[in-house]
């Protein structure tokens, strides 16, 4: 989990030990802050911290992001790490720009410079005046017409879950659908064509596997790896469930419910 400094600190103070409790507890304190500012440093995974500060920025908070990018061989919260943990992380880092980028959001790789922008802009009262401030990249119009009906995105090294469930149910339907390009392993899943891949479709699927972390590194995880993990998805879980955002545990139910979803929308997704 990064690390995450907000105003006003005293409503949510750090401690030892997470607990599920504590979601309702950082939420509020999240929900209240004028600003976030998150700190994702190379000595942790950032598993919640890739998670939240994705939200934030597609929410359009005023969000402040220092990205502290992974080195090889290093330590990760004082553990060893696979190569293949080092390119998923590595990844998940890369897909955060990418993702907060398109938001024409600054990411920063020095906290002084961050702060020092927080600063000058803290007393901003909406994104636009805080990107004004904190960015001079122009924002950026994305189309909106639908020339697919359903992105299939998540665990992209899991093959099972695509060719024995999902494709089948989506061929049968006869709605048009892409897959997610998956290229490495440490690459970003959200760079300039798969976003544009995701804007042309009309309803985006994930779905995230247990095998997401690789079934070669699975079983060798520590405790420590499988509590960030886990803790992950559960805030993943929970911002989904504050926006209506379905979650399933069964692929074949969320394949389904994507191509319900489309057939609902009317011809806004076929034409």
């Known amino acids: ?17 997470w607990n599920a409790e504590l979601v309702q507890v950082e939420h509020r304190a999240k929900a209240s802050a004028k600003i976030l500012f998150y700190v994702l440093d190379k ?13 934030f920025a597609g929410a359009r908070r005023n969000l402040v992001l220092v990205i502290d990018n992974y080195e090889k061989n290093q330590l990760v919260a004082g553990e060893s790490i696979s190569k293949t943990e080092f390119e998923e992380l590595s990844c998940g880092l890369a897909t955060l720009q990418d993702l907060v980028k398109r938001q024409d959001i600054p990411v920063f790789n020095s906290i002084p410079v961050a702060i020092k922008c927080t600063s000058e802009c803290g007393l901003s009262s909406g994104i636009d005046q805080w990107l004004a401030c904190c960015s001079k990249v122009p924002p950026t119009n994305y189309s909106s017409q639908y020339s697919l009906d359903i992105y299939v995105g998540g665990s992209c090294f899991d093959f099972a879950w695509k ?12 709605l048009r659908f892409r897959l997610a390009e998956c290229g490495s392993q440490s690459s970003s899943r959200a760079g300039p064509s798969e976003a544009e891949a995701m804007d042309s479709c009309c309803v985006l699927l994930f779905v995230i596997t247990s095998n997401t972390r690789g079934l070669e590194t699975m ?3 520590t405790k420590v790896a499988v509590s960030d993990y886990n803790r992950g998805r559960y805030y993943l879980v929970d911002e989904a469930d504050r926006r209506n955002v379905p979650v399933f545990q069964n692929v074949a139910d969320a394949v389904r419910c994507a191509v319900d979803k489309c057939f609902s929308i009317s011809t806004a997704c076929r034409r």
């Open 1 to 17: 989990m990064g690390k995450k400094k907000r105003k006003s600190p005293g409503k949510c103070q750090q401690v030892s030990e």
């Open 43 to 55: 000595q942790t995974r950032n598993v919640v911290g890739i998670v939240e500060a994705a939200h």
């Open 163 to 174: 060719q024995q469930v999902a494709v089948p149910i989506l061929e049968k339907s006869g």
């Open 219 to 221: 079983a060798m995880l």
